[in-house]
């Protein structure tokens, strides 16, 4: 069946540093891929998607690429804040708009 | 952006005993709602999809009969456990379908069963 693999954390940077989550799939078919954040006490929010090959998701600063011949869907930021801090969770829908999670990453952005 | 609430956000109760957790869409019609299931450090598993006015569909595993789902209007989706046990204690999230691709997902609700 459908799966997501990402990158096991946590993952601890200082404010201003580069961020990459890893994420890939495996999928039958061509699956929209998902990025969704939970900030402490909060309920998941979806952060970008992509419904296609090659289609880049972007929002607040994070990319990430659909990319099918290597069946990833990496998360980047440029400059991460401590605002950011929260847990990323990388996602896949097939056929009837189920989603399949990932583990999730704990991201903890120090000052 | 839309809104999904859960109710209550927490809950203890006494092994044996039937729990209701209450999923809304404040501001939007859903049609189809989901609910799920997080295990500590953990990811989520979906459990069921609820579609208004019929059946929900539950996933291979999860059992019908304990997990009770009701989704009566397009605004409100219910999840009753039934005789609750100690190992049914969880997070219990729900989602609601805003669009294509598109689910909101609601705060979550903790369940403990002592």
């Known amino acids: 069946g459908d799966s997501v693999t990402q990158m096991e954390g946590p993952v601890t940077l200082s404010e201003e540093a580069f961020l990459t989550i890893n994420c890939t799939y495996t999928a039958t078919g061509y699956p929209s891929l998902f990025w969704y954040v939970q900030y402490p006490g909060e309920g998941l929010q979806l952060l970008l998607k992509?419904?296609?090959?090659?289609d880049k998701g972007s929002n607040k600063g994070f990319e990430a690429t659909y990319r099918k011949e290597t069946t990833s869907f990496h998360l980047e930021k440029g400059s991460v804040q401590v605002s950011d801090s929260a847990v990323y969770f990388c996602a896949l829908s097939g056929n009837g708009n189920k989603l399949v999670f990932g583990a999730g990453t704990i991201l903890r952005v120090k000052s | 952006g839309a809104v999904v609430s859960q109710h209550p956000s927490w809950v203890i109760c006494k092994s044996g005993t039937s729990v209701k957790i209450e999923c809304r869409s404040l501001?939007?019609?859903?049609?189809?709602m989901f609910w799920y299931r997080q295990f500590p450090k953990q990811s989520l598993m979906l459990m069921a999809t609820?579609?208004?006015?019929?059946?929900?569909?539950?996933e291979q595993g999860v059992e019908k009969d304990k997990f009770l789902i009701n989704h009566a209007s397009l605004t409100l989706s219910t999840l009753t456990v039934t005789s609750a046990h100690p190992e049914d204690s969880s997070f219990y999230i729900c989602s609601a379908k805003w669009r294509e691709y598109e689910q909101y997902f609601g705060p979550g609700t903790r369940l403990t069963v002592t």
């Open positions: 992509a419904t296609k090959a090659d």
């Open positions: 609820s579609n208004e006015g019929s059946k929900a569909t539950y």
């Open positions: 501001d939007f019609q859903a049609t189809t």
